[in-house]
């Protein structure tokens, strides 16, 4: 199965106001984590990372809030704009049976409602 | 810096074609990856390259062939293919395994028919 998971497939907010996206991983072997937004007809890009050895960290209206004792990460994006609508991945690093690569959960679409 | 260039955009197959999807970078990176994205899902590994001549398997495989001759390039080849290989397919690269996130070519969106 999915080594990480989102909780929410599709998340709905007001223009203006704050989100959160959820993701559970079940690899605690993990120590790099991602957060990749996805417009449509586009690939991912890269929002903000988090070491295993941080429980947070804050780029520019997103947060990364990393909770390893319940192996779970959130992305909160502050102030959400139309142009933040997209589908959000979060990925681990894999390094199980020496693959390298990273793990995508199955993405939230997020939906910013004027 | 052009990033990563996917081509082709698009491209319809007949079962049993055979194809090759490009994939260049031009930031001098060592790590290279391709990745498919079935529709609803997150992306999976096929095969991944660490630097020129090294290849490596990724967690779906089969079906697929790759070649690293140069830091450059890491071309995807399809040798028969089957409708389960419809799907979009990503490359990506990085500058090292834990390099802060990957840069991701615009995808190719393959149909096999």
């Known amino acids: 199965g999915e080594s990480v998971g989102l909780h929410l497939p599709t998340l709905s907010v007001q223009e203006g106001d704050n989100s959160i996206i959820n993701c559970a991983y079940s690899?605690?072997?993990?120590?790099?984590f991602i957060w990749y937004k996805q417009e449509s007809g586009k690939g991912p890009q890269f929002i903000i990372d988090?070491?295993?050895?941080?429980d947070k960290r804050q780029g520019q209206r997103v947060t990364v809030l990393l909770n390893k004792t319940v192996k779970h990460l959130s992305l909160q994006i502050a102030a959400t704009q139309p142009g933040d609508s997209a589908v959000y991945f979060c990925?681990?690093?894999?390094?199980?049976?020496?693959?390298?690569?990273?793990?995508f959960g199955k993405g939230t679409h997020l939906i910013i409602q004027p | 810096n052009a990033g990563v260039t996917q081509t082709p955009k698009f491209r319809i197959l007949k079962i049993g074609q055979s194809m090759t999807l490009q994939c260049a970078q031009d930031?001098?990176?060592?790590?290279m990856y391709w990745y498919r994205q079935d529709p609803g899902m997150g992306l999976k590994l096929i095969y991944y390259?660490?630097?020129?001549?090294?290849?490596d398997k990724g967690e779906v495989p089969n079906g697929y062939n790759v070649s690293r001759s140069t830091t450059e390039d890491f071309p995807l080849r399809l040798e028969l293919a089957a409708p389960s290989q419809t799907s979009v397919y990503f490359c990506?690269?990085?500058?090292?395994?834990?390099?802060?996130?990957?840069?991701f070519g615009s995808g190719t969106r393959l149909t096999v028919v």
């Open positions: 990506a690269s990085s500058n090292s395994r834990d390099s802060v996130g990957y840069t």
């Open positions: 690899n605690s072997a993990s120590d790099y």
């Open positions: 988090i070491r295993s050895n941080m």
């Open positions: 990925a681990e690093n894999n390094r199980r049976g020496g693959a390298d690569g990273l793990t």
């Open positions: 930031m001098n990176h060592n790590y």
């Open positions: 390259s660490v630097g020129a001549g090294i290849t």
